[in-house]
């Protein structure tokens, strides 16, 4: 049996753009979401802005991406602190079941506890039974509901 490569994490950098945007596609399809290069772009552009609030990881194995994590700090008013929230992670169909979202989650943990973050936080949807399998090892699991509710205009 052949040993597979340990995934390494880093932050994403402009020379993974290619790649990543082929995995971010790839992840909204996984999510039923439109295809809209324009989000790709913009997703993208607040990626790589340093001043913006969103961040990325990226998982390697054997030089090439193959997930990614996006994050953010997100003030919490009841416990008045900050936390760290997990908008997005992927693994390319492929790499799953190699360490690689293990990787990608442990990186953000140990990017917490260095930022002085009280938790890690993140949803997924009910029927993502792969990736709830995962999280189960590696966190607890909440009983909060998620809602949205559109916008409205004002009367």
């Given amino acids: 049996m052949t040993e597979r490569p340990t995934p390494t994490v880093r932050p ?3 020379a993974d753009e290619p790649r990543w ?4 596609r790839a992840y909204r399809e996984f999510y039923r979401l439109e295809a809209s ?4 772009s913009r997703t993208l552009s607040w990626l790589l802005d340093p001043a913006h609030e969103c961040e990325a990881l990226v998982a390697e194995v ?5 997930g990614f994590a996006h994050h953010r700090r997100m003030p919490c008013p009841s416990l008045a602190t900050d936390v760290t929230f997990l908008d997005d992670l992927f693994t390319e169909p492929e790499s799953r ?20 973050r009280t938790f890690v ?16 090892t ?3 699991r909440t009983s909060w509901v998620t809602y949205e509710a559109a916008p409205t205009v004002a009367a």
Avoid: K
């Fill in 62 to 66: 054997s030089g090439e991406v193959v």
């Fill in 21 to 24: 945007r082929e995995l971010f």
């Fill in 97 to 116: 079941g190699a360490g690689v979202g293990r990787a990608l989650i442990g990186r953000l943990t140990d990017l917490a506890h260095e930022q002085g």
């Fill in 12 to 14: 994403l950098t402009p």
């Fill in 138 to 140: 590696l966190a607890t």
């Fill in 121 to 136: 936080q993140w949803a997924t949807a009910a029927d993502n039974l792969q990736a709830q399998a995962l999280y189960n």
């Fill in 37 to 40: 290069e324009e989000v790709v």
